[in-house]
């Protein structure tokens, strides 16, 4: 019998590099990229050493994980994104800002959680802008669902965190929900959360302050 095709948050688009991003992906991929395999992985041996762990999804171009990266040198990245120019992107960033705390998957961040990532292994999670999938006939493919939220849940450590932001307020409504649903995790705030200290605006975001529109931050930790 045939398995249905799993609902994915993200369609795949065919990208075109730069010449720097790919040179970023050739010279800095064996070291920075780590190749999808269904199996826990061993984050010491990730990233030669014991630090926590923050696992983010989708970083888009990588600006913000550069930024925070540099911000909290004590911590690790692990970054999922399943673009060919994000990944270059970010790649690039770390050979000219060296950093050597961030590790990417270049895979679905949901294989990711469930076949690489070991229960209570995480200190945090960030998935900042999700594809809001707008229209209401796609809003299954939404990211921030039950079953994906409960995965993360059972992933992080006592105490470790699971922080959202959108632009849609919709969405941010829908999050809110779902996160507040899992009996695992608590609200940091009434509702929603002040931007984090270590969350950067990006141009986009800027430009969207400008024009009026909204940006919500969720920040939930694991009980």
Known sequence: ??????????????G???????????????????PYQPRP?????????????????GFGMGEATAHIAALMPEKDFLCCEVHDPGVGALLKRIGEQQLGNIRIVQHDAVD?????LPQRSLAGVHIFFPDPWHKLRHHKRRLIQPALVARL?????AGGYIHCATDWE???????????????LANTA???????????????ENRGLKLGHGVWDLVFTRR
Do not use: N, W
């Open 112 to 116: 990711v959680i469930e076949h690489m």
């Open 153 to 157: 849940a059972s992933r992080l450590q």
């Open 16 to 34: 075109r590099k730069t010449t720097g991003q790919a040179r970023a992906l050739t010279e800095l991929g064996p070291r920075f990229v780590i």
């Open 190 to 204: 009434e509702g929603y959360a002040p931007r984090p200290h270590y969350r950067p605006l990006t141009k986009f």
């Open 170 to 184: 919709h969405y941010a409504q829908q999050m809110l929900e779902v996160l507040g649903a899992q009996p695992q």
């Open 1 to 14: 019998m045939a398995h249905p095709r799993a609902i994915r948050s993200f369609v795949r688009r065919i």
């Open 41 to 57: 992985l061993d984050f010491t041996q990730a990233f030669e050493r014991d630090a926590p762990v923050i696992l983010e999804i």
